[in-house]
Each structure stands twice: as C-alpha cells, then as structure tokens.
C-alpha cells in the first residue's frame, strides 16, 4: 500500500491559532506626566497671586496658561475637589 499520510486540516497551524486569538494587542498611547502645577502641593512659584489671578480671569480661556485649571495647594489628596465624596469617615 502506498498511501502517504496527509494533513485532514490544510494550511499553516500557526496562521490560524494567530487568527484565532484575535488582533494584536496594540497599547495606548502614553500620554506625558503632568507638571508641577497639576500637583495638589505644588511648589511656591506655580501658585498664582491676586495680581495674576485678575490677569488670569481677564484672558481668553484659550489663551490661558493651565486652560480652566487654576494651580491651588490642598494639605492633602483627600481635600483635593475631585476626593470628595471618595472618601467618608
């Protein structure tokens, strides 16, 4: 007899198990660290005075160096606005 085995299932085994995992997995972008004045204790030289705060207030939310963001100093992440309701003691 001069049958020679053969594949039942034809085709690269390797190809299909890649195919039926699913897509590569492809990471998120990593966005930069933010800086010192996103910090809740920033330093001395990232909190505004009432002089910058008016300057601050008059110019185009564009045009403004943090956006929305005003730097404040906070004693701890706790007091922070967006810990809130986070935490209840």
Do not use: C, I, T
């Amino acid at each position: 007899s001069g049958d020679k085995p053969f594949l039942l299932w034809k085709g690269d085994e390797e190809d299909e198990l890649a195919l039926r995992k699913g897509p590569q997995h492809m990471p998120a972008p990593k966005l930069p660290p933010p800086g010192h004045a996103y910090s809740y204790n920033p330093p001395e030289e990232y909190l505004p005075n009432e002089q910058e705060l008016k300057e601050w207030e008059e110019l185009d939310p564009e045009d403004r160096p943090y956006g929305h963001f005003v730097p404040k100093k906070h004693p701890n992440l706790r007091s922070v606005g967006a810990y809130e309701h986070a935490v209840r003691e």
